[in-house]
């Protein structure tokens, strides 16, 4: 049972991946991704892979704490940041962490980023109306991961209704009940980052006017 999961966990892994490439979403080794094998295990891409090339090889199990439980193979610096949602969550079944360009220059931008009135909101299924607000808040880039992961469970204790969040100049991180859920909110975030990207070119463009 255990390694039919850890094949279609990875077979869907590096389909998102090849997707979210073909998007210019994971440039170089940026982002990783990871998925739930079991209540104590997490499968995680591991440091250094390109997540538009991944392989079986470029994974890993880990623990509940972020420790390997591969020898010779580590995770990402950024494993805390997953290890958290999945200890919040006993239902989550995958993290998803991108790099786009709209996520990296909106984030140095603005402390939160507020989605209204756009259609796609409705991809989250605690959504309902376009008319809902969506908010991502943006957290200071820190290579304290333990620090940041505390700041970010602190926002999730006090706004339990988050659907992801930006970390400033880095990405979006979003998740879900299964790898396929997680895909779609990328999916939607990247669209209404678009969306807010080009809306600020054109409001530029046009005060010029």
């Known amino acids: ?3 039919n999961s850890l094949a279609l966990l990875r077979e869907q892994l590096i389909a998102a991946g090849q997707f979210f490439h073909s998007q210019g979403w994971v440039p170089a080794t ?9 209540p104590t295990e997490i ?3 591991s440091s250094g892979q390109h997540k538009g090339y991944l392989d079986e ?3 890993l199990c880990i623990d509940l704490e972020g420790i390997s439980l591969e ?9 805390g940041l997953h290890t958290l949602m999945y200890r919040r969550d006993p239902s989550l079944g995958c993290v998803l962490h991108t790099h786009s360009v709209m996520a990296t220059v909106l984030s140095r931008q603005c402390d939160q980023i507020v989605f209204e009135g756009y259609e796609v909101q409705k991809a989250f299924p605690t959504i309902a109306s376009h008319e809902t607000c ?13 620090a940041l992961a505390r700041q970010v469970n602190t926002y999730l204790e006090e706004n339990p209704q988050t659907l992801g969040y930006l970390i400033r100049g880095h990405g979006l991180y979003t ?3 299964s790898i396929i859920e997680a895909r779609r909110h ?9 969306c807010e990207y080009h809306t600020a070119l054109y409001q530029a463009a046009t005060a010029r006017i």
Not at 134 to 146: G, H, R, T, W
Not at 186 to 194: K, N, P, V
Request: without cysteine; glycine residues 6%.
């Open 43 to 45: 499968l995680i891409t």
């Open 134 to 146: 969506l908010v991502l808040p943006v957290f200071a880039n820190s290579q304290d991961i333990q």
């Open 30 to 38: 940026s982002s990783n991704f990871s998925a739930r094998l079991s």
């Open 186 to 194: 990328i999916e939607a975030l990247e669209f209404l980052l678009a």
């Open 71 to 79: 020898q010779g193979k580590r995770p990402s610096a950024e494993t």
């Open 57 to 59: 090889a470029g994974f």
């Open 175 to 177: 998740w879900g009940e």
């Open 1 to 3: 049972m255990k390694s």
